[in-house]
């Protein structure tokens, strides 16, 4: 795996890797040539040096045996950013960094199947991050965001889209999907929009009024 740092522009998302099941290695190079800055989640380190890769930032609590000088040694130069809060996750702490680093995206890798808790974890707290930061989180089989009011993208036929609200949504209207939605409610836990498809090629819209609605682009 090579090195990153390709492309040195902050408005390129950051990549954040964190400690949950590892992806396709061609995704992560993928990742790696567009990002200016690569940040490891704590013990999800040693993993990430095995790759090779150049790493900028390693952040977490450091809650085991730690040795700070020796990734510095061996990763020279990094910041290594102490964030022992343990009322968020390393996770969130990340995402606080990039904030303050006014960095506007992210994507995020790594941060799914390793635990299902921390999955569900990840993947429904990048709401309270509407306002401050683009967040995708990807893995071999989903890319992951938070949908904006109105959404327009173009797909080709019979993509794979699942809508999950974070609690409860409404005024959902979509056009081109298989299964339209129109002035429609979704609840997690009770409705939601798994498994529709795009109907043709060219151009689907999302809309929605109130609460919070994920879109999952998915692929078996």
Not at 33 to 39: D, H, K, N, R
Not at 191 to 219: P, Q
Request: charged share 25%; net charge negative; proline share 4%.
């Amino acid at each position: 795996m090579s090195s990153h740092h390709i492309v040195r522009d902050d408005q390129e998302p950051a990549l954040i890797i964190a400690n949950g099941a590892s992806c396709n290695p061609e995704l992560l190079g993928q990742l790696l040539e567009w990002s200016p800055l690569v940040i490891v989640l704590d013990s999800a380190m040693d993993r990430v040096m095995q790759l090779g890769i150049k790493v900028d930032v390693l952040l977490g609590d450091f809650d085991r045996d730690f040795d700070a000088n020796y990734y510095k040694e061996k990763q020279y130069p990094i910041e290594i950013v102490h964030t022992p809060d343990q009322n968020k996750t390393d996770l969130e702490k990340a995402f606080d960094y990039l904030i303050e680093r006014k960095i506007p995206a992210a994507n995020v890798v790594w941060a799914t199947g390793k635990r299902t808790d921390h999955t569900i974890t990840n993947l429904t707290n990048i709401v309270r991050y509407r306002e401050k930061l683009k967040i995708v989180i990807l893995d071999d089989h989903s890319k992951v965001f938070l949908l904006p009011k109105k959404f327009e993208k173009w797909y080709t036929a019979n993509s794979v889209i699942s809508l999950i609200p974070i609690g409860h949504v409404t005024g959902i209207h979509s056009d081109n999907l298989f299964y339209p939605l129109t002035n429609d409610s979704l609840t997690i836990g009770y409705k939601t929009g798994s498994s529709n498809h795009v109907t043709a090629d060219g151009i689907v819209t999302i809309s929605h009024e109130d609460g919070d609605l994920l879109m999952m682009e998915c692929a078996d």
